[in-house]
């Protein structure tokens, strides 16, 4: 699968709905919208700076409004980013930089599946 770095196009912190307790926690999604759906067919709850206060008042019950507005994608971006990020045991901001994406023809990787040489590449990346 293809990683994607999903932000806030003005730089500012990206605050999605989650709910926590002692025994953890868990983030709220929503069904994909707009460029998002392209990606997975879920997403976090994106809450607006607007809701901030309110999602995160701890005397306000789980706010019905905030949650039925569905989640605010105006100014959000998102771009393709290398593989490493998958990897746990890897950080650092080359996780997050952008990739370049050229062409790719399509059936290009297909003949390797049956090449012994590409076999071999592939298993000693590890």
């Known amino acids: 699968k293809t990683p994607y770095f999903f932000f806030r196009s003005d730089g500012e912190p990206l605050l999605v709905a989650g709910l926590w307790s002692d025994a953890g926690f868990t983030v709220v999604t929503t069904g994909a919208v707009g460029d998002f759906a392209e990606v997975h067919?879920?997403?976090?709850?994106?809450?607006?700076?607007?809701?901030?206060?309110?999602?995160?008042?701890?005397?306000?019950?789980?706010?019905?409004?905030?949650?039925?507005?569905?989640?605010?994608?105006?100014?959000?971006?998102?771009?393709?980013?290398?593989?490493?990020?998958?990897?746990v045991a890897n950080n650092g901001p080359e996780l997050i930089a952008p990739v370049a994406v050229g062409p790719r023809a399509i059936g290009s990787e297909q003949g390797a599946l049956f090449d012994p040489a590409s076999e071999r590449t592939s298993h000693d990346r590890g």
């Open 41 to 87: 067919d879920r997403m976090p709850l994106v809450l607006g700076p607007a809701c901030w206060d309110r999602w995160l008042d701890p005397e306000q019950p789980a706010p019905a409004e905030v949650l039925a507005a569905g989640p605010q994608v105006g100014g959000l971006a998102m771009r393709e980013v290398s593989t490493l990020v998958n990897r």
